[in-house]
T-cell receptor
Framework: GESVGLHLPTLSVQEGDNSIINCAYS??????FIWYKQESGKGPQFIID?????DKRQGQRVTVLLNKTVKHLSLQIAATQPGDSAVYFC?????????????FGGGTRLMVKP | NAGVTQTPKFQVLKTGQSMTLQCAQD?????MSWYRQDPGMGLRLIHY???????DQGEVPNGYNVSRSTTEDFPLRLLSAAPSQTSVYFC????????????FGNGTRLTVT
């Protein structure tokens, strides 16, 4: 089974609203987390990452929150735009993984309504 | 700077045929990997390499071979294609640092009939 999962397979939001995509992970030893965006017909694109010694990290219009107590990760997108419509994946890196092996969640589809 | 380049973009094979999916990166990344993406299954690791001459198996390696003769290239070989290998294949690379994000190619969509 997967050690990284998502609560909502599809999220529909109005353009201009904020979006929150959630991810639960089961391996408490995971120390590095990444969010990827995948548009139709393309490969996953890096959005933002966070290390386990942090609980929040901000980028341009995106914020990742990490709650290690409940093993929960979220991606917040401010002022969601039509171009944000895509599938979003969280991924984790476990310390005993060789190299840079990531474990991915199943993905959440974000649909932005104009 | 092209990043990670995969060829071909689309391929149709008959059961039993063999083929090689190409992957090249120009970022001098030590780590390269192959994932397959199936509906409802997410991305699953097939094989990976931490440097030239070194390869190892991921979660779903059966039916696939890899080699890493150079830092830039990491081809994936299907020796005898099966319908269960119908999928979208992604190559990814990164620096060897554990906190280095993977960079993905745009994928090869493979159909085995």
């Amino acid at each position: 089974g997967e050690s990284v999962g998502l609560h909502l397979p599809t999220l529909s939001v109005q353009e201009g609203d904020n979006s929150i995509i959630n991810c639960a992970y089961s391996n408490s030893a995971s120390d590095y987390f990444i969010w990827y965006k995948q548009e139709s017909g393309k490969g996953p694109q890096f959005i933002i990452d966070i290390r386990s010694n942090m609980d929040k990290r901000q980028g341009q219009r995106v914020t990742v929150l990490l709650n290690k107590t409940v093993k929960h990760l979220s991606l917040q997108i401010a002022a969601t735009q039509p171009g944000d419509s895509a599938v979003y994946f969280c991924a984790e890196n476990i310390p005993d993984n060789a190299g840079n092996m990531l474990t991915f969640g199943g993905g959440t589809r974000l649909m932005v309504k104009p | 700077n092209a990043g990670v380049t995969q060829t071909p973009k689309f391929q149709v094979l008959k059961t039993g045929q063999s083929m090689t999916l190409q992957c090249a990166q120009d970022m001098n990344h030590e780590y390269m990997s192959w994932y397959r993406q199936d509906p409802g299954m997410g991305l699953r690791l097939i094989h990976y390499s931490v440097g030239a001459g070194i390869t190892d198996q991921g979660e779903v390696p059966n039916g696939y071979n890899v080699s890493r003769s150079t830092t830039e290239d990491f081809p994936l070989r299907l020796l005898s294609a099966a319908p269960s290998q119908t999928s979208v294949y992604f190559c990814a690379s990164s620096y060897q640092d554990r906190d280095s994000p993977l960079h993905f190619g745009n994928g090869t969509r493979l159909t085995v009939t």
